[in-house]
Every structure is written in C-alpha cells, then in structure tokens.
C-alpha cells in the first residue's frame, strides 16, 4: 500500500479506515522502524504531498522520537541513538529541510527538528543544527515561514532539553529569539513563535540578565512586545514577564517603576481573558516571590547575618491600585462557570489571597470597605465578590486585629449561607471554612455558634459545591471546638464538647445524601 495514502486514511471519518491505516503504520513500524522513519521523512519533505500527508508524516515521526512517559521517552530516544549513521543523517536532513515549506500551522517538522536535536546535543552530536536554525532566522532572505518554523524548532528544543546542554550557544539562540521579537518584524506569526522561544529559555539566560547591557535589551523587547496589537503576541510577552519575575526578580528594580508596573496593571484591567490572567498572574508571581524573601529575611535576622536577597516590597507599594482592579474582577464571575477553566475572576481571588499574606495588615482596611458596601448588594454578584475578599484576606493579617471583624461578619455569612444564589452559598460555606479553620475563635461563641451550626446542618442538603465546602467547615468547627473542650484533670480526652449536640443531626444528614 502506499504510505501516503495511508497517513492521509488516518484522520478519516470512517472507522474502519481509520483503524486500518493505524494498523499498517503500527506494523510497518514493527519491521523496520529505520526505514519506516526514513519514509515518513520523505513525505514529510515533498511539498508536492498533501498537507494532510505532510502532518500525519510528521506527527507519526515525532511519536517515534519522544513520549510523556519518562520511561518511554528515554527508550525511544536510547532507540535512535543505536539506528546507522546513515539513517540518522538522512532523516535529519530531510527535516531540516522541510523547514519553511509547510503550508501549515503549527510546523511539524519544526517538532521533528527539535526532539532530534533533544536527543543528539547531549550526546555531543549535531551541535550544528542551532547554527542552522538561528541562521534561518536571523538571514534576511528568509521566508515568514523559514523564520516562524526555525523559532518554533528552537523553542520547543529549549522546553526539552537542559540549559546545560547548549549553554554554549545560549548567546547565539537569545540573538535570533530576539531578531524574531523585534517591533520592526512585519510578521505577527514570527513575532509569537520568537516570544513562545523566548518564554522556553529564559531558563538559559541567566548570564544574560547579570549583565546590564544585555538584560535592558532584553527587558525593552519584551515590554514592546507586550504592546502588540494581536492578543496573542501580548499575551506571549506578558507570560514572559511572569516568568522574568520570579526568575529574576533581583534585577526588577530598574524595570518596575518606570514599565512593569504599567504594563501589568493595563494587563490586568483587559477585557480579554488570557491577557487579563497574565497581569494577575505576574502580581501573584510577585507576592510569591515577597513572602519567600520576608522568610528569608526572618531566618537570616534569627541567625544574625544579613539576607543573601532583600524584597523591594513592589506589592506593598502597588497595593491600593491593585486591589481596587482585583476586587473589580471578583464581580465578573458567570453563574454557571466551569470548575476546571481558569478565569480572571479565580485568578483575583488566589492573587488577593497571595497579597494578604504578602502584605497583611495592610490590604484589610481596603478590603473591608469593599466588604461594608457589597455584601448586602441586591445584585448577587457583588455580593459572592464581597464574601470572596473577605474569605481570602483571613490568612496574612494580625489575627488579632482580623478576630473583632470576624465576630461582627458572622451573622451575615450564616444569612448568606441562605441566599438565593447558589455562587454565593458555595462561597460562603467556604469562607466560613476557612474562619473555622484560621479563626475559630471567632465562631465558638455562644452567639455565633449556634446558629452557624444550623446553618450548616441546613448547608449539607445543598448542592454538592455547597455541601463540600460545609464539611470542610464542620471539619475545622470539630477540631477548633475539641481543642477548645474543658477536661477533668483524670480525662484524656474531653467527655463532651460543643459540637455533641449536633453529631446525630449532622450523621443523619449525611447518611441520607449517602443514599440519594
């Protein structure tokens, strides 16, 4: 049968075509697997083949080269290194030259290039092909999709391979990544693929960012990209400025006043999602960073010796600006949102806890406020931001200054644990697990307590989102309360606690939703 009919039948709708063309490759691959490569590689190169032809070629080859299993990937790559020089070199050659001479996105043989070149470069072999690769970009004769498919090449080998391993050519790589990266490149393609390359290497950069010169260079590209027009370059840029931050964050200081702080702040307000996530996330990358630098600091104190890093405190000082655009973007959840998808509104809250314990007592007066004026806001979504702010500013902040306001909040939260929304109830009976777990005290009052409980009780009938969150809070309330419990001076263990009365209504609940 003929190859190329074969791996254009593997994306057919017939099945039994489909099954039979997996068949013949799975068996072709099982005779001789050199010449089963070498032949994938031939329809790969021909640009008179079919595009369908060319990709299946190609992904077929690079299912051959590398895997997700760490087992598999090292036998497949244990594999290669044992075929004959020749065939090595005739498939590489054949990959090599299909650069540029697909008619389709992303390059398949750009994958094929890299995942080779992942293999080889630690064993000491075809440490050319980075000079081919970075020439193909930086020459000025090349075609948009020579440059694009030789970006994509080197990033994906950058994402496969240890710094170590090209540490040499380091320098030679950033050069054609940043030529890509230019604002004087007409092509937004190439302009995503030098960005994407870029975000893979950074890893290799570190010499770069210790030198001034260089990292300014650097620094101006990836604030000028961010400026791109197409959503996607922007959003390359910015996922390189989050990953720059935690990186490098030593060498921000000259970037943040003057660039960085704009651009992310700009970033954060976007209406489009994954530009917005990027400008969270850096904020949040940020934070991280401070609290590891605040231990650092801590310990070093403790031992009397200076810090080997100190933090700049820029979460600190952008505090006012950032939490108004976080609290903002508390209140454009969707009633039905995906639990698995990732959005704005999930990444405010996460950053907002991250900037409570990076800052904490200062962003409770901020937030407070926020809380004051929302949580009895007749529309349902400001209320679920009001709870959300508060729930996630009970970890950071002095618990001693945070225990009067907890007090006060309680019967408004076990008011909420009724509300007609179901957004609010889930966030609500999650707030109130975190309060049980970090502020228990300010629960187990004879006030509080009571009611909480059954509210609670009521809360395990609801929907399941709602449920899990309120025996997490049943959980933390048992803990809290056992601990809290009186025992005579012969007992081990308290007789009774606060949470007995409530332990039949609570198994009966539970045993029923069991059952349903």
Not at 95 to 109: F, H, I, M
Not at 388 to 397: C, D, Q, R, T, V
Request: proline share 5%; with cysteine.
């Amino acid at each position: 049968m003929d190859l190329i009919n074969i791996l254009e039948k593997t994306v057919s709708p017939d099945k039994a075509e489909l099954e039979a063309a997996q068949l013949y490759l799975e068996q072709a691959a099982q005779q001789s697997l050199p010449q089963f490569l070498k032949g994938l590689s031939e329809v790969l190169k021909h640009g008179g083949n079919s595009p369908v032809a060319r990709m299946a070629a190609g992904l077929q080859l690079k299912n051959n080269l590398t895997s997700k299993d760490p087992n598999v990937k090292l036998q497949y790559q244990q594999r290669w290194m044992l075929f004959p020089e020749d065939v090595k070199i005739y498939i590489k050659t054949h990959v090599l030259e299909t650069l540029g001479t697909e008619t389709t996105r992303p390059s398949s043989a750009a994958q094929c290039v890299a995942y080779i070149a992942a293999i080889e470069i630690p064993q000491g072999q075809w440490l050319r092909v980075i000079h081919i690769l970075t020439q193909n970009i930086t020459n000025p004769n090349s075609t948009e999709m020579m440059k694009e498919a030789s970006l994509e090449a080197i990033g994906y080998l950058c994402q496969d391979i240890d710094p170590v391993n090209v540490a040499a050519q380091s320098n030679e790589i950033l050069t054609a990544i940043v030529h890509g990266m230019k604002k004087e490149e007409p092509s937004t393609h190439v302009k995503l693929a030098a960005t994407n390359a870029l975000l893979n290497s950074l890893e290799f950069t570190k010499a770069n960012f210790e030198q001034d010169t260089e990292r300014h260079f650097i620094m101006q590209v990836v604030c000028e990209a961010t400026q791109c027009e197409d959503a996607a370059v922007k959003t390359a840029a910015l996922q390189c400025l989050v990953k720059i931050v935690s990186l490098y964050y030593q060498y921000m200081e000259h970037y943040m006043g003057p660039a960085l702080f704009a651009i992310t702040v700009e970033a954060m307000k976007s209406d489009i999602d994954e530009v917005a996530l990027q400008g969270i996330e850096f904020w949040s990358n940020v934070c991280d960073e401070e609290v590891d630098l605040a231990i650092e600091a801590s310990e070093a104190a403790d031992q009397g010796r200076p810090p080997e890093h100190t933090s700049c405190f820029y979460a600190k000082g952008a505090l006012q600006y950032l939490v108004a655009i976080l609290l903002e973007k508390l209140t454009k959840q969707e009633e039905f949102d995906d639990d698995e998808e990732w959005n704005p509104c999930k990444a405010a809250g996460v950053c907002l806890m991250l900037m409570a314990a990076c800052c904490e007592d200062d962003i409770v007066p901020s937030v407070l406020q926020f809380v004051q004026e929302h949580i009895k806001n007749p529309d349902w979504r400001f209320r679920d931001a009001a709870v959300m702010a508060f729930g996630s500013i009970l970890e950071g902040p002095d618990p001693v200054q945070l225990r009067p306001i907890a007090e006060k909040a309680v019967p408004a939260l076990i008011e909420l644990l009724r509300d007609a929304s179901v957004v609010v109830r889930d966030t609500t009976a999650w707030t109130v697990s975190r309060l049980c777990e970090l502020l228990p005290d300010a629960v187990l009052t004879d006030l509080h307590l009571n009611p909480l409980l059954q509210a609670l009780v009521d809360g395990l009938n609801s929907e399941p989102r709602v449920a899990a969150n309120v025996c997490w809070a049943f959980s933390s309330l048992a803990e809290a309360t056992y601990e809290a419990a009186d025992m005579a001076d012969d007992e081990t263990e308290p007789s009774t606690y606060k949470l007995s009365a409530y332990f039949e209504p609570i198994v009966q609940v539970r045993g029923s939703r069991a059952r349903v």
